[in-house]
């Protein structure tokens, strides 16, 4: 599978995973993530990084880092599961294993308050 096969992409999936998914936090990340009926075998994962972060070449910088963090570790996402990461103010400061570390463990966390299936 691509990468573009674990994309979120629809506003509407966003809201849901958001509203709806279990959320954890670290101090540069949130992570939420969701369990939906009629989701594609594979696990999806989309980013927020508003302006609060900074301009548009740091935004997209840390958007560039968080995907290279999840695609080495998207098998600790369930089949079937989605996921949003949401980047915090100061992220961009952060040295990528620090990021690394915050992701993982927010996913981690998340992952494990899910409701069993």
């Given amino acids: 599978m691509s990468w573009s096969d674990h994309r979120l992409r629809s506003s509407a999936d966003f809201r849901v995973i958001s509203r709806r998914g279990t959320r954890s936090a670290r101090s540069h990340v949130v992570a939420h993530v969701a369990l939906l009926e009629g989701s594609p075998a ?48 100061g ?15 927010a996913l981690d966390s998340a992952v494990r308050k899910l409701p069993p299936s």
């Avoid at 302006?51 to 968080?66: A, C, F, I, P």
């Avoid at 992220?91 to 463990?105: K, M, N, T, Y």
């Fill in 42 to 89: 594979g696990p999806r994962v989309g980013f927020v990084v508003s302006t609060k972060v900074g301009n548009s070449v740091v935004r997209h910088r840390v958007t560039r880092r968080l995907r290279e963090i999840v695609r080495a570790n998207l098998d600790r996402l369930p089949p079937g599961s989605s996921a949003v990461l949401r980047a915090r103010p």
């Fill in 91 to 105: 992220i961009d400061a952060l040295p990528f294993e620090q990021l690394r570390e915050q992701v993982v463990g």
